[in-house]
């Protein structure tokens, strides 16, 4: 590859074109000759074994640079340095890795490769407690080049790893191994490595990266929604927890106190139309949601802890009754008194034997009655009035729909 066109600020020597972005970086310099020197040009980014056409500038007197007057106007030079290109968390062609990859709410797969020098760096998760993992990392370096590669940082780090470059200068392998376990318990972890290359008993320090990794409870993979967000809000309200009950009740207790989410249940100052607020994406990206997108927002966020949460559907028992009417003082998600309290019907949730109302933040209730004498003020009938609840005796169904 060429890149023309460089320029030269004390010995930083850049390549802005948009064949090769990589920053070269001169060093070692030593005087052969009177107006002769050597050195040796390092690059950090995802440059690989080349050539590149550089020419040489003093940009103080705006003519070629002085300490290079007895060079040639072009000067061919290869890259020395080997860089970490691409890493990747999980492998298509590798299952087995106890990883789920997160979605945006567009329900675009967060693919491999999750980091990628100078394009991605996308999140990852991982089981707790699932041991010590692997990962494919990809290098470009010198043709044919063999060395050891290693780093240091977050989880202990990589283990040492002999390698050798193909004659593209090209190494790929899904058999890095991360030094530390997995940890034990839910969280949110920022891992940044330092890579080395160890080459005669020298070890010199190459590119960073950084990733962040997400800790849930259990498998996910019948967690058919995983939205990056979801992880971020059960791992982080979950943080350090081990126990399953632990973990329910710290996302729980999270969504009773309305506004952990800045999201709202029928949000007084915008209406939701008609085809809308049933999903979780609703909840994340339009910050507005009926019952039924908080149920299924609330389903996603245990989901992606690999815990499973049933979902309720209530309607009024017919007949006599259409409808149902909530409390007109009771809070929704976003600590805001919703701008309707009549519905059709209703959507709620089942954990343990016991039920949650997303929407409001109430429970646990032992039973459904329980519930219908804590939220219920009346109800509609099928010839149009309205009547109050009748307290301890059930005036609505429900069913587990899944």
């Known amino acids: 590859r060429y890149a023309k066109g460089h320029t030269v600020t004390a010995a930083t020597i850049e390549a802005p074109t948009e064949d090769d972005k990589a920053r070269l970086y001169a060093g070692n310099f030593e005087q052969l000759l009177n107006g002769y020197y ?10 690989s074994e080349g050539q590149y056409k550089i020419r040489f500038y003093d940009h103080t007197n705006a ?13 061919t030079v290869y890259v ?11 492998d298509s062609a590798t299952p087995g890795l106890a990883i789920k ?37 990809k290098l470009c370096g010198p043709a044919n080049y063999s060395c050891n590669v290693s780093a240091t940082g977050g989880w202990g780090g990589i283990n040492n ?25 839910v969280c949110t972890n920022n891992v940044g490595w330092q890579w080395k290359v160890t080459k005669d008993g020298s070890t010199r320090n190459i590119n960073q990266t950084s990733h962040k990794i997400y800790i849930v409870y259990a498998d996910n993979s019948n967690c058919t929604t995983r939205y990056e967000q979801l992880y971020e809000f059960g791992c982080g309200w979950a943080n350090n927890m081990s126990q399953e009950s632990q973990v329910y009740d710290a996302i729980w207790g999270n969504m009773a106190s309305l506004n952990a989410t800045s999201s709202f249940y029928y949000n007084p100052d915008k209406t939701i139309p008609d085809n809308e607020g049933f999903e979780t994406r609703d909840v994340l990206i339009k910050k507005n949601a009926r019952c039924g997108g908080w149920m299924e927002f609330f389903t996603a966020l245990l989901g992606v802890q690999g815990i499973t949460v049933n979902k309720v559907a209530v309607i009024p028992a017919t007949p006599p009754y259409i409808a149902l009417g909530v409390y007109e003082t009771i809070k ?26 997303p929407s409001y933040g109430t429970g646990p209730y032992d039973h459904m009655l329980e519930w219908e004498n804590a939220s219920i003020e009346e109800y509609k009938r099928n010839d149009g009035g309205w009547v109050p609840d009748t307290k301890n005796i059930s005036e609505v169904l429900y069913a587990i729909v899944q």
């Open 38 to 47: 050597k050195f040796d040009l390092y690059a950090t980014a995802t440059a």
């Open 63 to 75: 003519k070629l640079w002085q300490t290079m007057r007895a060079l040639p106007y072009d000067l």
């Open 80 to 90: 020395k340095d080997i860089v970490v290109v691409t890493i990747s968390f999980l």
């Open 101 to 137: 990859i997160p979605q945006y709410p567009n329900n675009i797969t967060i693919s491999s490769p999750e980091w990628w020098n100078g394009v991605r760096n996308n999140s990852s998760a991982y089981v707790k407690n699932t041991g010590t993992k692997q990962i494919k990392v």
């Open 161 to 185: 790893k002999s390698i050798t470059f193909d004659s593209q200068g090209v190494y790929t392998s899904d058999s890095f191994t991360i030094s530390s376990i997995v940890p034990t318990v």
């Open 332 to 357: 929704g998600q976003g600590d805001v008194v919703p701008d309707q309290n009549r519905f059709a019907n209703h959507a709620m949730s089942r954990y343990n034997n016991e039920y949650y109302d």
